[in-house]
Structure formats: C-alpha cells, structure tokens
C-alpha cells in the first residue's frame, strides 16, 4: 500500500467511526503514522484528503458491494436480495458509509453535496441496471425504472438509517422483507 492509499483508507475509516467535523488531520496522522508533510505532498487541506476518499473509498465501497448483483446469468432480483439479506455486509452501529456523509456535509459545502451526489446516482444506476436485466429477463413489470431503482436506494438507505437509530440488525431485515413485498407484487412470475 503506498503513503497516499493508507492515508486515504485510515481518513475513510476515521471519517466513517467518528464524523467529519469530529476527526483532526493530527488524527488521521497519528493513525496513519504519518506526519503532515506527507499529507500535504499529496493534498491540500482535509477537505481536498476527504474529497478524495469520496471519489476512490465510498465510490469504491457501493460499486463493489452492489455491482456484485450482476455477477448474475438471471434472476437478478434474487441476487439482489441475496446481497441485502446479507447482514454480515452492514453496519448497524454506524450506519451507510454514504448515507452517513450525505447527511452529514451535503448541506454544508456545494464541493461535498456534488461529490456525495456523484455516488448516490452511481449507487442508483447500478440498481437501475439490475432493474433493466430483472426486466429484459421478465421477472420484473415496472412502468418506470428509473424512478424505481430512486426508490429502491432509498429503501435501502431508510432501512439503514432506521436500524442504525435502534442499533438493531432485526429492524433492517424487517424493513427489507417490506422492500421483498414490493416486489413480488411486481414480479411477472408470482
């Protein structure tokens, strides 16, 4: 791992357990084993550092856990569930890793909101694109994908977010087996 990888993953750790506004450069430092002349070769303040953990970290994080949906020859809405069944990929003490950034800075700083936004429509595109396959496979009838897999990330955020309030990985299944309700309701071969 190079100096600027280990200073990216410890700040997205860092960022992730405490907050943005709760976590010092001199943090991340000390936890990298790093002194501030090696932070700043590579970036200008914590905002360009956390900037960067946003593009290679939290993109990286949503691409890999849910491209895994179309490692798929069909039936691609199994697969999906398949994943989100999979509490052991979740973290109900803190939370999403994006959904926990958005809320916390996209109102602060344009920079952040734009960066956080970029994930969030990446995340919406890959279950769009599940959508379509699911479709194309004719699991699924939906008038709408687009809007559907809009509301399929919120789901899955508000699923988080809720089991994240009651530090309870039972109330994250319970909301999902809602989301599982849905669509079977949508499914063309009920």
Known sequence: MTTKEKLL????????????YSTSVDKILKKAKMNKGSMYHYFKSKKELVLAVIDVHVFGYIDNKYNAI???????????????RN?????F???????????????HDKDFKEALEKVY????????????????NKEIEHPDLKN?????????EGCLSTAKKSQDPIVFSNCMEQLE?????????K
């Open 70 to 84: 179309l490692d798929v020859e069909d039936k691609y809405i199994d697969s999906m569930f398949r994943v989100l």
């Open 121 to 136: 429509i990446h995340f919406e595109n890959i279950i769009l694109k599940v959508l379509e396959k699911a479709s194309e």
């Open 93 to 107: 003490t803190l939370g999403c890793r994006l959904n926990s950034l958005v809320q916390e800075l996209s109102h």
């Open 9 to 20: 993953a410890v700040t997205f750790e860092e960022i992730y357990d405490n907050g943005y």
């Open 87 to 91: 509490k052991d990929s979740f973290n």
């Open 181 to 189: 309700y849905y669509f079977k309701h949508i499914r063309k071969n």
């Open 148 to 156: 559907l897999s809009i509301f399929v990330v919120a789901s899955i």
